[in-house]
């Protein structure tokens, strides 16, 4: 501690050295708290969108969300299984050592160590060959054209460094190697260093004045602190405590506008709200009908979105922040299709008559299961369609519960317990294939696909097209696949999705910032004025 | 004397066995920690192959056995959460929670005792009015609304103190205290009060309650008879009486207050055990929530020891008591 004080004061005595405007603290506040500093500890935007200020992977978003270099100069498919990466020359890490490919293929093995929760990124890589002292070669275990795409929180780690703290594996909650080094260290090459951080509490970035590339903001310390309450998140910002805070509750913006020197920024988060039902098991969980399911009925399915006013949602529920959804996938993901994205017009009588041709004409009961604290106003959505769906005789009793408690019902673990379910999700590669796989193939089979497609929609078709998008280099060919996956599963209502919702950010009028749609603070687009 | 302590210090484990058990036959109902340790993208089998590796799948006698085994030579794993030795995250947050639990006992009783006495002394008084008026608000709102209020007021509106958090502290060896910087010392003035303000009422209700009762006793009025000054009356023989029932409300109340901080921890962002464990409940974080338990149980028991150690000091009947017994 006493040592990091101390580098601490060095390097910031050296920061002021070399540029000798002032410097410039920027603080902020989140919901949660950062779980770890280990860049392979944890696949969670969250952590990884601020370890992206600190580490740095082969590739990176701009500020427009473009795929750029970072790590790599360039990158090219020079087979079809293999990946070649020019990294940048140059480049050094915190600690003063070189980035080599020896780095880049160690940080892929480490990826696969036991305490790694990106064994998923590391199963996309087979093999790392290294070429020479800065360029290397990854294999795939089949054609894979969107490797880049999927690398972008893959994160590099010096091997050195790593060795010398012992850090060679990732942290790993269980097991002798408590307090990994990594866990509370960080030595990456990204604009910022990781200064003073005490979990839970305040964590501390520093300006790392030796950045082989240039940062557009001018912000030279940066501090987060986690504040769950969002009264006391609001408090902060509008007291000029933090000079932004997120998430600010939808029905607090009006406050923010009243209160000066403040202001809410709202935008379209990249992650699909939707509704889903149980169309596998032959007789519900949680129904009043028994010896059948009558989600099997692609009419019981229609009545529903037919059902459900998204425009009142819009408008009582999200004050007018959301984006109403006709497809599983946000406009800013790869392989939307604005042509595929409408939805069924509101139309309760018709929905009526649709359960009535079912054989439904009084409706029925369902439970719905809805998380109340995970996305924005998940529980009010879960009301409003209940109030909806009553209007055409479905009668919904909704458990809401905390996301520990409703994750821990629903998802495999508990063998997708469930009837009837709200849930949101964001493609973490940006990619449609993501959720196709995902969300929407059938589950259970050998390719083991749709392990989050909670309600058991089953078409064999799309999991032989997310296997043929997962490998198609053609963008043409490829796009077209996508969009009949869209499109049979829109045409058989998989799932009801109801809208993007809003980031909602508070900022001070003092700083000037980049809002990406993955809910992600990048401090390299950071401006105090 | 050491019998005595002796014997608690043996009643307290048993205590923190029954806490305990009843923790972790009821973690089951708290959410499944498992998703909050992964990402969206990790597979099933990963998923699984965690929960088996933390042992969630075993009976829980056999989690309790496991936990007690490993608490007896003070190990108590790692928090899920923080993917840290729990130990060292009690640790770094129990300066915080006693500090402030510190300041708000001292702000009760330095309050509360003489507000009680002037206004068992002048019952009739408007100053003694106001305060039992003033003292109702105190008894009546939720912490968390005094919280929010006094952030509203003095943190937003008139910008004086600090919304959130500890300020900047001093590292004393593992302490670190907030007591000797501007910006600690200006930290700790919302929480203390939100804090204080229920013990504070409560002590001086309870002392004005107790000080009418001795008032109206016989030995106050031969105290009187023989011309003592009032001063020594009040103060001397009424006060030293009134003090058994509060010394022990107050000692089972600073237990609440380190117990319970929590309200007030999480209203303000104070850096506490409280803030850790009502954030492991969210996330489910077994480990932290199971030493915090166990922990605060044994507060309990430590601060009840000498609630019954200063009767001895304070009720002089008691030692004579003794002293007969001892005598046969």
Known sequence: MKFRLTAFAAIAALGMAITPAESKTFRWAFQGDLQTMDPHGLFETMTLGFQRNIYEGLVIRNEKMEMVGALAESWKNIEPTVWRFNLRKGVKFHNGSSLGSDDVAFSVKRLSTEGSDMKVVAALIKETRIVDEHTIDLVTPAPNPILPLQLEIFYIMDKQWAEKHKALEATNVKGGDEGNYANLNANGTGPFMLGARQSGVKTELVINPNYWGTVKGNITKAVFTPIAQDATRVAALISGNVHMAYPVPVQDWKRLDDAKGVKPLAGPEARTIFLGFDQLRDELLYSNIKGKNPFKDLRVRQAFIKAINIDAIKKKVMRGASVPAGLMVAPQINGFNSALNDRPSYDPKGAKKLLADAGYPDGFDVTMDCPNNRYVNDERICQASASMLAKIGIKVNLLAQPKSKYFGKVLAQNNYDTSFFLLGWTPSTFDSHNPISSLMACRGGPDKLGAFNLGGYCNPRINELAASIQSETNQEKRQKMIDEAFKIHKDEVGHIPLHQQPLSWGISEKVNLIQRPDNVLDLRYVNVN | MLAFILKRLLQSVVVMLTVALIAFALFRYVGDPINNMVGQDTTLEERAELKERLGLNDPFIIQFYRFVRDASVGEFGLSYQHRRPVKELIAERLPAT????????????????????????????????????????????????????????????????????????????????????????????MPSITLALFQMTLIMRLVRAEMLEVLRADFIKFARARGLPTRAVHFRHALKNTLVPVITITGLQLGSIIAFAIITESVFQWPGMGLLFIQAIGEVDIPVMAAYLVLIAFFFVVINMVVDILYFVVDPRLRVDKALVNGQ
């Open chain 2, 98 to 189: 006693l500090e402030l639990a510190l300041v708000s006992a001292i702000l009760a009783l330095a309050i509360g005792i003489p507000m009680g006495v002037y206004t068992a002394l002048k019952r009739y008084g408007f100053l003694s009015r106001t305060f039992m008026t003033i003292s109702l608000v105190g008894v009546s709102l939720p912490t968390f609304l005094i919280g929010i209020l006094l952030i509203l007021f003095f943190g937003v509106i008139l910008r004086w103190l600090p919304t959130f958090g500890r300020g900047d502290v001093v590292e004393i060896g593992w302490w670190t205290s907030g007591f000797l910087t501007a910006s600690g010392l200006k930290s700790l003035i």
